[in-house]
């Protein structure tokens, strides 16, 4: 009896010692096959730059939101956090964002169209950080307002193999020009932002 226990535990760890790399061969396969663009990926894979004004703010912000997002074959729900820190009186800013917390579930449909393995998420789901530098490059009441940016997105969102976060940093650069109109001294809202967005090369984005 105990013979035929140890045959049988022998056995089923073979099998577990097979299939577990099989399987995990099996993700790897499918993360070549992404499509890395924002309607094949989750939608906090690839930050969308946000016009900042034309000054930067002197207080700090703390900021938790809970976020919804729905799509035809993907229900997402994100705990988001921010955080902004000013220096210089004013004149640097820095931010920090962070989706601390992702839920999400894919009909069998779109898992299939993004190569996707998991409709849900099997463990805890949490997003990439981003930092983004404000600097007051020019403050004037007769010309303009303009504040540059350089900003980045780690590489430290989670679950890949269910294309929700890309795996690979990138960085872009923002230029808000808030513009004064002379004659009335009244400022308007930001009329152009000049925006910029480069991936960094990554083997798996190939």
């Known amino acids: ?16 010692a097979y299939v577990s790399p099989v399987k995990a061969l099996e993700w790897w396969e499918k993360v070549e096959y992404l ?10 894979a690839f930050p969308i730059p946000e016009l900042v004004g034309g000054s930067l703010s002197s207080r700090w912000e ?43 579930e894919m009909s069998p449909e779109v898992r299939d169209e993004r ?9 805890v789901c ?8 404000y600097f007051q490059a020019l403050r004037s ?9 350089a900003n980045l997105k780690t590489a430290s969102g989670g679950r890949l193999c269910d294309a ?13 020009l808030y513009v004064v109109e002379a004659e009335r001294c009244k400022r308007f809202d930001p009329c152009t932002s000049f925006s910029g967005f480069l991936l960094l090369d990554d083997e798996r984005c190939r």
């Open 1 to 16: 009896m105990k013979i035929q226990i140890l045959r049988f535990c022998l056995v089923v760890s073979c099998l577990l």
């Open 35 to 44: 499509t890395y663009s924002p309607r094949y990926f989750g939608p906090n």
């Open 62 to 104: 703390v900021e938790l939101r809970g976020e919804y997002h729905k799509t035809r074959g993907d229900q997402t729900k994100d705990i988001f956090t921010r955080l902004y820190i000013p220096v210089v009186k004013g004149r640097v800013g820095v931010n920090v964002s962070w989706v601390f917390q992702e839920w999400y």
């Open 115 to 123: 190569y996707a393995v998991e409709l849900k998420s099997p463990i």
């Open 126 to 133: 949490r997003g990439d950080v981003i930092f983004n530098f």
């Open 141 to 149: 009441e007769k010309w303009m307002d303009i504040v540059v940016s």
């Open 164 to 176: 929700r976060y890309t795996d690979a940093a990138s960085y872009w650069f923002d230029a808000n």
